[in-house]
């Protein structure tokens, strides 16, 4: 980044001049010579006078002095005359596309022309991190028993746990996120949500486009946020409840200044989800199994009938849910079907005797039963419920 210049910070390099000084500190007399040089953003080079000190002043555009000193450069913003001892090597940067600097060298005397310019990093303050467009907000209490059947797309996607629990599958490999925690779903990486029959979750979800060169440091990984990275998220559920000219851009500004927070620690982050090459195979096996089920929510599912067009045995699906998501596959297969069951249910174009035979119960009578064991109430009852809304 650019230095302010000043006698401190530029007494290691040569000297400043006063610019109140006759001629602004510039040397006369027939032993120097002057001249204007015009520098443009190609063809830029280190140079060394060692005939004596060089003398440099802006004349006109917003320029910048480079100068090395034991292999290390530094530069400067160049608004005030400076003097350079002799062999000092320096480069003048154009801060945009072009500048011109008066110059005085001894008479007689030519600058000496090295290598050029091929690094001249981080003179501006730039976006290390951009946060495109914001697909989707929301903020939201789910009941006991909640289940997303899963997908997959091509923006990233944050989850951020405000209270009680919630598990997500993730390509395969099941974490569970306590309060206080965030997970970041990468770009096409699947991924699916649910909780436990007894617990409920209130949580935070937004999808949204990042270009970034350290944006794939957040998936796969579980963060615990601090007070003010959590103060952030709420920030941006107040400006999504409020939305008035300005929430997009402020939602926008809060969203990045938590990614870029997180980021920052992921240097010394902990909680990385590591999977060895051996549980690799496990959470494909998983991964194809949900998505399975999901994209076959409508059809007669069994575990038998899963594990055999993913390619393992029964008890082995089995045992792999056990471990990798806390639940069997058959009562996953279940939640998915009466999840379905709710949501053709709110579409309100078949009646319960056409939603048990879209979703291949064998009777009503048997859906109605694991509905209302699923969710304390009957459909009639839960329809009755969604037209009071």
């Known amino acids: 980044m650019v230095e302010n210049l000043n006698k401190l910070t530029f007494s290691g390099y040569g000297r ?43 004349e006109l555009g917003m320029t910048v002095l480079a100068v090395r000193r ?3 450069t530094a530069y400067f913003y160049l608004d005030k005359p400076v003097c350079l001892p002799a062999g000092r090597e320096f480069a003048i940067l154009p801060y945009q596309t072009e500048c011109s600097v008066r110059l005085a060298q001894p008479a007689g005397a030519q600058l000496e022309v090295l290598e050029p310019v091929t ?39 944050l989850t951020y746990v405000d209270r009680g629990s919630l598990h997500c599958v993730v390509d395969g490999n099941g974490v569970e996120l306590h309060q206080g925690q965030l997970m970041v779903f990468g770009p096409q990486q699947w991924h699916m949500q649910y909780t436990d029959l007894d ?11 990042l270009e970034s060169e350290f944006a794939a440091r957040l998936p796969d990984r579980v963060f615990d946020l601090s007070s003010a990275e959590a103060a952030q998220l709420r920030q941006i559920v107040r400006e999504s409840e409020n939305m008035d000219a300005y929430s997009g851009d402020f939602i926008r500004s809060y969203l990045k200044l938590l990614l870029l927070s997180v980021l920052r620690d992921t240097g010394s982050e902990k909680k990385r989800l590591k999977t060895p090459v051996a549980l690799n195979h496990e959470n494909e096996i998983v991964s194809r199994t949900l998505q399975y089920v999901a994209d076959h929510v409508c059809d007669k599912l ?22 990798q998501m806390n639940i ?47 969710f304390g109430m009957s459909p009639s009852e839960y329809a009755k419920s969604i037209q009071s809304e």
């Open 328 to 374: 069997s596959p058959g009562e996953y297969i279940r939640r998915v079907k009466l999840e379905e069951s709710k949501r053709l249910i709110r579409e309100g174009t078949m009646n319960f005797s056409q939603i048990a035979a879209q979703l291949n119960y064998s009777t009503i009578h048997h859906f109605s039963r694991q509905f209302k064991d699923k």
């Open 70 to 72: 034991e292999g290390e």
């Open 302 to 323: 069994s575990v038998e009938i899963v594990s055999r067009e993913v390619g393992v045995s029964a008890s082995h699906l089995t045992a792999l849910f056990h471990r």
């Open 199 to 209: 617990v409920t979750a209130r949580f935070l979800t937004v999808s949204f486009d």
């Open 119 to 157: 690094a001249a990093e981080n003179l501006k303050l730039g976006d290390r991190l951009r946060v495109g467009e914001i697909y989707t907000l929301f903020y939201r209490e789910v009941e006991s028993g909640f289940l997303f059947k899963g997908e997959q797309h091509s923006m990233f996607e």
């Open 16 to 58: 400043v001049l006063r610019d109140s000084l006759p001629n602004r500190g510039f040397p006369s007399g027939a032993q120097w010579q002057e001249s204007v040089q015009y520098f443009s953003a190609e063809g830029l080079c280190f140079y060394r006078q060692s005939a004596g000190p060089v003398y440099l002043d802006f």
